[in-house]
């Protein structure tokens, strides 16, 4: 028999896997949905071991599989029982790829169970970019459209780093970029400047972050209508809106599927937006 919210979290401190203050961003949301008694960012976790934005370690593994990794980490290292790791990517948005996207992933482990609960979220809020500078001009630049200082940055000799190369993180003041920035280039002709994607240096990053924990924890607490289990959750986007004009079903999605994993129930909701129709501009029939 399913178990319920409360018996599966009620009272129990969550542990944040993290380095870079996430503690803030995801244990408010899930406290707000989940009767938990508690969060904790994991003290002595080192989640840089399974990659850095600034190059000295790369992931190696898809970004799922290092969350995971992440929080069974922080469960080795804490000895606590449930533990919730955050994996963020960016990189062009495949529909427009000229655009810049970010990617999270959140698991949470509940080590008493072994379950792995996971969301995935992509938003085009993003602040993020790289680019070579041969002078202090074009650093400050780059500097004021990637909105420093509130967005920190990194700076190194080239893009690629290298063993031996200085990286230098959270540059969040003036005269320590303008300091960074003079030293690399008499030293190198040039110097590599990034946005600083670690969540406690990018303000937009760690919003995204909260958001992805508000609909994680919305659909931990979505219920299986059939046996009541938590985490009846969207596995599926059903294509088939049908065309205002003809009535053809087309690609756009008609609903998303849910599913449980505990019974296997699915169920297809309809969109959210209300939206019950799609324009023949998009449809093969009337648009072909």
């Known amino acids: ?77 804490s000895g606590m029982d449930l533990v919730i790791a955050s994996e963020g990517s960016f990189g062009p948005y495949p529909p427009a790829p000229f655009i810049t996207c970010n990617e999270e992933w959140l698991v949470l482990l509940d080590v008493r169970s072994d379950a792995v609960y996971h969301y995935r979220h992509v938003s085009l809020n993003a602040v993020a970019g790289g680019e070579q500078c041969d002078t202090l001009a074009a650093v400050n630049a780059f500097a004021q459209r990637q909105r420093f200082p509130e967005h920190q940055l990194v700076l190194r000799p080239q893009e690629k780093w290298s063993t031996g190369n200085p990286v230098i ?27 600083d994607l670690r969540a406690m240096a990018n303000p937009t990053r760690m919003g995204v972050i909260a958001e992805c924990a508000e609909r994680f924890a919305k659909e931990l607490a979505t219920l299986c209508p059939a046996c009541n289990a938590p985490w009846f959750r969207i596995t599926e986007a059903v294509p088939g809106l049908p065309c205002l004009g003809c009535g053809w079903p087309t690609q756009s999605v008609r609903a998303f599927r849910r599913s449980c994993n505990s019974c296997g129930h699915t169920v297809d909701a309809p969109r959210e937006d209300g939206k019950t129709g799609e324009d023949p501009g998009a449809c093969g029939v009337c648009n072909p």
């Open 169 to 195: 993180k959270g540059i969040a003041d003036a005269e320590q970029l303008r300091s960074a920035a003079e030293q690399l280039i008499a030293a190198h002709g040039s110097c590599w400047v990034e946005t």
């Open 1 to 77: 028999m399913a178990r319920s919210l409360e018996e599966l979290f009620g009272g129990r401190t969550l542990g944040v896997a993290t380095l870079h203050g996430k503690e803030r961003a995801i244990g408010p949301a899930l406290m707000k949905v989940l009767p938990l008694g508690g969060y904790q960012a994991i003290a002595d976790v080192d989640t840089d071991r399974f990659g850095a934005f600034s190059g000295e370690v790369q992931r190696t593994t898809d970004p799922l599989t290092a969350c995971i990794a992440k929080a069974r980490h922080g469960a080795e290292v």
